[in-house]
């Protein structure tokens, strides 16, 4: 049984009445459509009524859409549906995570690097503020992976680092932030992301650790957050061997996903963890559910074994009817289907969802949009970019640039992301306001720069050599790693010059570039690709602003000779 006066319910007698008479009045498949979380990828009626014309879900997830529309499918969602619906978003970095126009603070990672809790507090209330104008109410985040692994893919800027203390920090403040709004939060990714090189995505990742040293890190952190009333978790598609041998007392030879375990779900985050909150599994369709389980079986196998949401679909009539044929089979027991509906029931009455439905307050109007990217909220985003971009290493003495020193720049951006032209077109221009005159690498152009004469020729043409790294961290991608034009082994633009003409690299997401350009004398994380970061980072090259970030990770990878 759920206690729903408990934490962090905390309903009163007339909210349980309410949970309970509706799960009184629903049948089993009504129950099992409550157990679905969809993506709405368009915010127009006509694909809203293609999802709701035979189906009663409990809650969505969208994807960005224009405000106005936004706002428009969050009101016709909540008016359509009999039982107030949860709309959640990924709202990780900002408003954005909801609609184009919404304020970008930054990725957590840059907040981390401000180490100021306020600018975490800033980014939940962001989130919260902008969420709730276009009608959502629930966010994906924080992030409380650990980017233990500076080879994981997936982690990386998503994180507030390394460190679970700041970890701890950072998420209680952006948790403040976002409550504050009424919006509520799903801590993620349980057991733990960023131990495994991999991403979940693609494959399902392992968590490592011993129970003792994961007590000491992310226990620590989740712990922490369900002590201070955290409505909701995510649990990841993230095996840890040693929670499934903490129950079963023998090796665990299989590697299964938490979002299937029994032992990870309602053992330890239950039962350990006291959690009494809802559970969200991460998407469904990840292939690090999918690779190890018969999806007929994991569908209704999620929540037998203690999720109470199952996130996305796969095909969406055919996951309804696995959920449904694992209910008339017995496979997701009565027992447990009505525990998971009441907590999501309980949610909603925490939320005061009825009510506002019932006085129509739970529907957004237009003036509510104003706090959309209003002037608070890009005036803190410019702070946070101000105070999070970091300086990791300039052995060469070579900041502040000079225009009457570096005039002529070689400027080449590395990675392959839509993102590119826009980067790069905003980089030159800055640059060349400034009084650089810029050259872009062609590689075609710099084909025997190898022979003896043409170092020197090279070393007589520039006087800077500027690296932009737009590796974008994102999901279904096994490396985040830097990739080079290099026919001839030695490579064309690899930086071997550096004792020849000076050279700066600058990164717009991972953090871990030095890896593979140890010879770079002069390194900066900027954490993220947005133009605020752009434009902040060019001050900082020219000596408009001071550099003042403090790395969250360790940007030399435990390797000491990348520091010099």
């Given at each position: 049984m759920v206690d729903l006066k408990a934490k962090p319910f905390y309903l009163n007698d007339r909210q349980i009445a309410w949970v309970e008479k509706t799960?009184?009045?629903?049948?089993?498949?009504?129950?099992?459509?409550?157990?679905?979380?969809?993506?709405?990828?368009?915010?127009?009626?006509?694909?809203?009524?293609?999802?709701?014309?035979?189906?009663?879900?409990?809650?969505?997830?969208?994807?960005?859409?224009?405000?106005?529309?936004?706002?428009?499918?969050?009101?016709?969602?909540?008016e359509q549906s009999k039982i107030p619906v949860l709309i959640a978003a990924n709202f990780e970095d900002g408003g954005n995570g909801i609609m184009p126009e919404g304020t970008y603070m930054g990725r957590q990672m840059l907040v981390a690097a401000t180490d100021e809790e306020e600018q975490a507090y800033r980014l939940g209330k962001i989130c919260g503020s902008e969420g709730m104008a276009v009608g959502a109410n629930w966010a994906f985040a924080p992030v409380l992976d650990i980017d233990y692994n500076y080879l994981n893919p997936i982690t990386n800027v998503r994180t507030y680092g390394s460190d679970p203390d700041r970890t701890i920090r950072m998420g209680r403040a952006y948790i403040r932030g976002l409550t504050?709004?009424?919006?509520?939060?799903?801590?993620?990714?349980?057991p733990g992301d960023g131990v495994d090189y991999r991403d979940q995505h693609l494959i399902t990742s392992v968590n490592t650790m011993s129970i003792e040293k994961w007590e000491e890190t992310y226990g620590r952190i989740y712990r922490t957050m369900i002590e201070d009333g955290a409505m909701t978790a995510m649990v990841g598609h993230i095996a840890m061997p040693a929670m499934e041998e903490h129950f079963d007392g023998e090796p665990c030879r299989k590697v299964i996903p938490a979002s299937n375990s029994r032992n990870i779900m309602t053992g330890y985050l239950r039962g350990e963890l006291g959690f009494n909150g809802l559970i969200s599994t991460d998407a469904s369709p990840m292939v690090g559910l999918l690779s190890n389980t018969i999806r007929k079986e994991s569908v209704p196998d999620a929540i037998e074994n203690g999720a109470d949401v199952l996130l996305f679909t796969k095909d969406?009539?055919?996951?309804?009817?696995?959920?449904?044929?694992?209910?008339?089979?017995?496979?997701l027991s009565r027992a447990r289907l009505d525990e998971a509906v009441?907590?999501?029931?309980?949610?909603k009455a925490a939320m005061h969802l009825p009510e506002q439905k019932a006085d129509g307050s739970i529907f957004r109007h237009e003036t509510d949009l104003a706090v959309v990217?209003?002037?608070?909220?890009?005036?803190?985003?410019?702070?946070?970019?101000?105070k999070g971009v970091t300086l990791v290493k300039d052995t060469a003495g070579l900041l502040p640039l000079d225009p009457g020193k570096h005039r002529r720049v070689l400027f080449e951006l590395l990675g392959d992301f839509p993102s590119n032209d826009r980067v790069?077109?905003?980089?030159?221009?800055?640059?060349?306001?400034e009084g650089f005159l810029v050259t872009q690498y062609e590689p075609e152009t710099l084909e025997t720069i190898f022979e003896d004469s043409e170092v020197e020729r090279f070393k007589s043409k520039y006087d800077l050599v500027i690296y932009i790294g737009n590796v974008e961290n994102a999901s279904n991608k096994t490396t985040a790693r830097l990739?080079?034009?290099?026919?001839?082994?030695?490579?064309?633009?690899?930086?071997?010059?550096?004792?020849?003409?000076?050279?700066?690299?600058?990164?717009?997401q991972n953090p871990y570039h030095l890896l593979d350009v140890p010879m770079v004398k002069t390194y900066i994380n900027?954490?993220?690709?947005?133009?605020l970061m752009i434009d902040t980072v060019v001050e900082k090259l020219v000596g408009k602003s001071e550099f003042t970030g403090q790395s969250p990770v360790d940007p030399f990878c435990g390797k000491e000779y990348l520091r010099y």
């Open positions: 799960l009184a009045g629903m049948s089993d498949d009504q129950k099992a459509e409550q157990l679905f979380c969809p993506m709405l990828q368009f915010a127009d009626k006509d694909f809203i009524d293609h999802i709701l014309q035979d189906h009663e879900f409990g809650s969505f997830m969208m994807r960005p859409n224009g405000a106005a529309d936004t706002q428009k499918a969050c009101n016709y969602l909540q504050e709004t009424g919006m509520i939060p799903s801590i993620k990714h349980f969406l009539d055919e996951d309804v009817r696995y959920m449904k044929e694992g209910i008339q089979s017995g496979r009441t907590r999501i029931l309980a949610v990217a209003c002037e608070e909220h890009a005036r803190w985003a410019r702070e946070c970019a101000d790069k077109a905003q980089f030159i221009a800055l640059l060349e306001q990739n080079w034009h290099a026919p001839y082994g030695a490579g064309n633009n690899i930086p071997w010059f550096v004792e020849v003409v000076p050279t700066l690299f600058i990164s717009l900027a954490y993220s690709n947005h133009d």
